[in-house]
Nanobody, 127 residues
Framework: QLQLVESGGGLVQPGGSLRLSCAGPALTTNYYVIGWFRQAPGKEREGVSCISSSGGTTNYADSVKGRFTISRNNAKNTVYLRMNSLKPEDTAVYYC????????????????????WGQGTQVTVSS
């Protein structure tokens, strides 16, 4: 069982930045694809970004493209989501998830493709 732990959420003003982290003990040894998802109150969970096991390929939702950057440090078993120019509509609980499937931009932001999930971290963008 792969356990994932998110951290780095909080309250930030519009235009501000946050960096989320997703840590897991086996992220490197099992070559997992990692996705970041978010769920706002009353809305479905949506895929924000994803990264291949090597970190060489990434994918972003149009709503965050150019503002968010996903990266991974396999030596530290951690995947990051750097969020800049935050907007109130980015407010949500953010989750990371892992899958052993081979990376494809066709599905890497689809929730049903992921088996392992973290508990989530709250991001609130408000003045």
């Amino acid at each position: 069982q792969l356990q994932l732990v998110e951290s780095g959420g909080g309250l930030v003003q519009p235009g501000g930045s946050l960096r989320l982290s997703c840590a897991g003990p086996a992220l490197t040894t099992n070559y997992y694809v990692i996705g970041w998802f978010r769920q706002a109150p009353g809305k479905e969970r949506e895929g924000v970004s994803c990264i291949s096991s090597s970190g060489g390929t990434t994918n972003y939702a149009d709503s965050v493209k150019g503002r968010f950057t996903i990266s991974r440090n396999n030596a530290k078993n951690t995947v990051y989501l750097r969020m800049n120019s935050l907007k109130p509509e980015d407010t949500a609980v953010y989750y990371c998830a892992a899958t052993a499937h081979a990376f494809s931009s066709d599905w890497c932001r689809v929730t049903s493709e992921y088996r392992y999930w973290g508990q989530g971290t709250q991001v609130t963008v408000s003045s």
